[in-house]
């Protein structure tokens, strides 16, 4: 195995509603995408070569992390700075009260549940099922 090889397609990060993509053996510059959010920050999560992000505005968007370019986009509805995660064949994202999940694959919303007592930022986790 060729250790210099990296396991991920690009190195990404995110800053000014931009997120950044880099050639992770040279640094040099792959990609760069402005995403319209109504703030600075972006969370995201990769997996393989597709990259998830949620921002301050209410569309979570699929990104093709070799190229930069947007798989899906899909309006949530919801507003504030989301946290996300995977599980499985779904995105899982959090935003103030609100935990929400859409296909992996498609965007399509899976399902939404509110708590209006929460406006704060929603840390999520996802567990597995028990092991025996």
């Known amino acids: 195995m060729d250790y210099r090889t990296p396991s991920t397609p690009c190195v990404v990060y995110a800053v000014n509603h931009r997120l950044i993509g880099l050639d992770p053996s040279s640094g040099a510059l792959r990609w760069e995408l402005l995403l319209h959010s109504t703030g600075l920050d972006l969370s995201?999560?990769?997996?393989?070569?597709?990259?998830?992000?949620?921002?301050?505005?209410?569309?979570?968007?699929?990104?093709?992390?070799?190229?930069?370019?947007?798989?899906?986009?899909?309006?949530?509805?919801?507003?504030?700075?989301?946290?996300?995660?995977?599980?499985?064949?779904?995105?899982?994202?959090?935003?103030?009260?609100?935990?929400?999940?859409?296909?992996?694959?498609?965007?399509?919303?899976?399902?939404?549940?509110?708590?209006?007592?929460?406006?704060d930022r929603c840390p999520i986790n996802v567990s597995g099922p028990p092991k025996h």
């Open 44 to 119: 995201f999560v990769m997996n393989g070569t597709s990259l998830f992000v949620a921002g301050n505005g209410s569309t979570v968007y699929r990104i093709n992390a070799v190229d930069g370019s947007i798989r899906w986009k899909t309006d949530t509805g919801t507003k504030g700075l989301a946290d996300i995660t995977l599980a499985g064949p779904l995105v899982i994202f959090g935003r103030r009260g609100t935990v929400a999940a859409v296909s992996a694959e498609t965007g399509t919303v899976a399902w939404v549940h509110h708590e209006d007592r929460y406006k």
